[in-house]
């Protein structure tokens, strides 16, 4: 099947930045988009950043000039650089790809999370 691995996640001071990478493996024909999703202690899972094959890229009104999506079709990572942090943005930021897997079914994969806090 398709898994995805996230890592970068850690302790970082408010204005700070982070850099989240993920990594999917197995048996992919292809991937069309890939993203990050976030879930704060007591809160609903909330959209963070998309980007679609080709490049385009679509974020959450609050990370917005913040943050930035990129990918790399090639290797099947797709990466989220996080700029001037706030403490707001503490939570488990998850990966998410929407694959074809080799036998050509299309399903949404999800990673198991990375933790980012954002603290003085």
């Known amino acids: 099947q398709v898994q995805l691995v996230e890592s970068g996640g850690g302790l970082v001071q408010p204005g700070g930045s982070l850099r989240l990478s993920c990594a999917a493996s197995?048996?992919?024909?292809?991937?069309?988009?890939m993203g990050w999703y976030r879930q704060a202690p007591g809160k609903q899972r909330e959209f963070v950043a998309r980007?679609?094959?080709?490049?385009?890229?679509i974020y959450a009104d609050s990370v917005k000039g913040r943050f930035t999506i990129s990918r790399d079709n090639a290797k099947n990572t797709v990466a989220l650089q996080m700029n001037s942090l706030k403490p707001e943005d503490t939570a488990v930021y998850y990966c998410?790809?929407?694959?074809?897997?080799?036998?050509?079914?299309?399903?949404?994969?999800w990673g198991q999370g990375t933790q980012v806090t954002v603290s003085s």
């Open positions: 197995g048996s992919i024909f292809s991937i069309n988009a």
């Open positions: 998410n790809a929407a694959v074809t897997n080799t036998a050509r079914a299309s399903f949404d994969s």
């Open positions: 980007i679609i094959s080709g490049g385009l890229t």
